[in-house]
């Protein structure tokens, strides 16, 4: 699941607020161990939306600290 999330990721960063949606929807998809990975592959690949990718990684974060 991480590799089609990382192609659909790339398929849609033309525009900022697609990524964002297809960013929360693939996060939802994978399991825990690979979260870490697609943070640092999309931070390295898509510089121009850091604050969109830490903006989701943050708030995936404090939603499973509230579920815990």
Partial sequence: M???SKK???KVSF????FH???VKAISWLKKDEVPS???WCLAS???YN?????VFD???KNKQLIL
């Fill in 2 to 4: 991480l590799e089609l």
């Fill in 8 to 10: 659909v990721l790339e």
């Fill in 15 to 18: 525009d900022r607020s697609l």
């Fill in 21 to 23: 949606k297809e960013l």
């Fill in 38 to 40: 697609l943070k640092a």
């Fill in 46 to 48: 898509f510089a121009m």
């Fill in 51 to 55: 604050d969109v990718i830490l903006e």
């Fill in 59 to 61: 708030s995936v974060q």
